[in-house]
C-alpha cells in the first residue's frame, strides 16, 4: 500500500531584504519591491542600492551581495557602441534612477549592461524611474527594468 505523509512547516523561500540600514520613508517602498515579481530596485539619496528584486539583480548583472554598494559603481555600464566600450562617469551620473533622485521627477531612458561575472551578451535595457518623496524632498528613487 503507497503511504503519503504530507508535512506543514513555514515558507523557506529567502529573504530579499537587504542587510543594510532603510529609512523610514523608503520602507514600504522596500517591501513592495521585496515582495514584486518585477525586475525593479530602489535606491536612497546617496544612489545606494537598498532593495531589489532577484529578477533584477540576475537582469543588470549584479554579483551579489549587492545591497548596501552605490547603484552606478555597482553596475557594468557601456555605451551603445558596436565595441561597449565603459560609460564615462559623467554618463553613469544620468542614468534614470539618479536622474529621478536629482531632479526630483520621473525619469526614463535607455541603458546598456555587461556583466562581467557572467558569459552573456550585453543587454539594453529600458529603466523607468520615479523619484520618491518625503516632506517635500526626493529621498531615493524606484526604477523598473525591461529588456529589450
Not at 522596500?30 to 539619496?45: F, K, P, T
Request: aromatic share 4%; glycine share 6%.
Amino acid at each position: 500500500m503507497t503511504h503519503v505523509e504530507l508535512s506543514l512547516s513555514p515558507s523557506v523561500t529567502p529573504d530579499w531584504r537587504p542587510p543594510v540600514s532603510i529609512p523610514a520613508e523608503l520602507d514600504r517602498w522596500v517591501r513592495a519591491v521585496v515582495e514584486s515579481g518585477e525586475s525593479a530596485l530602489v535606491i536612497d539619496a546617496s544612489a545606494t542600492i537598498i532593495a531589489t528584486t532577484p529578477s533584477c539583480a540576475t537582469l543588470l548583472g549584479l554579483p551579489e551581495p549587492w545591497a548596501g554598494e552605490r547603484l552606478p559603481d555597482a553596475l557594468h555600464l557601456i555605451d551603445f557602441t558596436a565595441a561597449g566600450s565603459e560609460l564615462p562617469d559623467a554618463e553613469r551620473e544620468l542614468i534614470p534612477p539618479l536622474l529621478a533622485v536629482a531632479s526630483g521627477r520621473l525619469a526614463r531612458g535607455l541603458i546598456r549592461v555587461r556583466a562581467e561575472e557572467q558569459a552573456i551578451e550585453p543587454r539594453t535595457l529600458d529603466a523607468i524611474a520615479t523619484p520618491l518623496h518625503a516632506e517635500g524632498v526626493a529621498v531615493g528613487s524606484l526604477t523598473f527594468f525591461c529588456e529589450i
